[in-house]
């Protein structure tokens, strides 16, 4: 069993810019992603990444403003958020997929086994 534990949320102006941090117990190799949920709208693809860390791929909303890396030697994602509009308010997910493949990425939430328990992002205007 896998466990996620997030952090780095918070409340911040707009235009300002947080990181986000997620780290996962166990070594065995995990494609990773994060997600986000506002409130009264469905869990939305954020960003993800895969194991080794050479492949990324982002949500058009967040492209150019978002990073997603890794550091595998810490079993740790990040999400650096530049540039916070107050359209990106929400729960923040991390989630992670066991993964074979050296590369693959996963974009839809059903493909992930576990998740983080959230952490909560306010952009005020």
């Known amino acids: 069993q896998v466990q996620l534990v997030e952090s780095g949320g918070g409340l911040v102006q707009a235009g300002g810019s947080l990181r986000l941090s997620c780290a996962a117990s166990?070594?065995?190799?995990?494609?990773m992603g994060w997600f986000r949920q506002a409130p009264g709208k469905e869990r939305e693809f954020v960003a993800a990444i895969s194991w080794s860390g050479g492949t990324t791929y982002y949500a058009d909303s967040v492209k150019g403003r978002f990073t997603i890396s890794r550091d595998n030697a810490k079993n740790t994602v990040y999400l650096q958020m530049n540039s916070l509009k107050p359209e990106d308010t929400a729960v923040y997910y991390c989630?992670?997929?066991?993964?074979?493949?050296?590369?693959?990425?996963?974009?839809?939430?059903?493909?992930?086994?576990?998740w983080g328990q959230g952490t909560q992002v306010t952009v005020s205007s």
């Open positions: 166990g070594r065995t190799p995990y494609a």
């Open positions: 989630a992670a997929r066991a993964s074979t493949s050296y590369n693959r990425i996963y974009l839809n939430p059903s493909e992930y086994q576990y």
